[in-house]
């Protein structure tokens, strides 16, 4: 039991130590809360400073996308590899263990579909909910240039400030329109855009020219989208390049699960992201992994 001698004993006061006061490891991030900030270290690995999302929220505009037809067979086997979930409310509830502890980023966003025009979102998740289900950060598209960019920033300026109320912090994911320009300038536009209303991260693509320009002009961290399936190979080196240029990771899909092999896939992208592994030592591992687990390995 607890008694004044413990108090008049106390000794190791460090006295000759000045107290610590250490920034915090992700770019733009130094001024936040205690709980937004912790929130993101779960998000992102403290050692690397980046991670490795796994996104299978297709289905909320797209329906039964190619590879997670089936989440509740497609995902499990993925999810000890991946360092973040990024997936709908529906898709979690119905599909998802509850015992995986692994941190979520709640999309936040819906109403429109592939048969429609796609930047006419609205926020589709109440903080409430976001909250129940334990979410580490909520997500929306902003659509800049497109026909519904005033809406769908509003929508993500909406997330942000709900979510600085409760400590949860708000990834921007920048939605490209079918006609727009995929180059620096308009990835440079629409990431700042996107850090400048307050996002606490940022998802882009990568392109080949001027990417480094794009991270070094939007003062939160950027991870960026898979895009649409290329052979393995080409992906980790996407994957390698992107984060060689300030990257802070991936929220990768497609390239992923659509894979010949996605538990294969998913390690060689985290040894890329974290490791800095180069991307033709990545697809060995990529093919040495495919080759084990084909032969009836874990
Ligand atoms: C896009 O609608 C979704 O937010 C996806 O999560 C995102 O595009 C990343 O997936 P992928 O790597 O397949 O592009």
Redesign the pocket.
Known sequence: MADLDDIKDGKEFGIDQPARNQPFFLKGANALDWGMQNRLSRIFNPVSGRTVML?F??GYFQGPTTGIERLDLAIPPLIPHADVL?CTRGALRACIPATATKPVVLRASAGQSILTELSNELVAVDIEDAIRLNAAAITAQIYVGAEYEHKSIANVVKLIDTGNRYGIPTLA?TGVGADMVRDARYFGLATRIAAEIGAHYVKSYYIDEGFDRVVAGCPVPIVI???KKLPEGEALEMAFKAVDQGAAGV?????IFQSDSPVAMIQAVGAVVHRNERPEQAHQMYLDLKSELDAGGD
Do not use: L, S, T, Y
Request: no cysteine; net charge negative; proline share 0%.
């Open positions: 996104a929220d297709h990024m994911v989208a898979g895009g929220d990768m899909g497609r390239n």
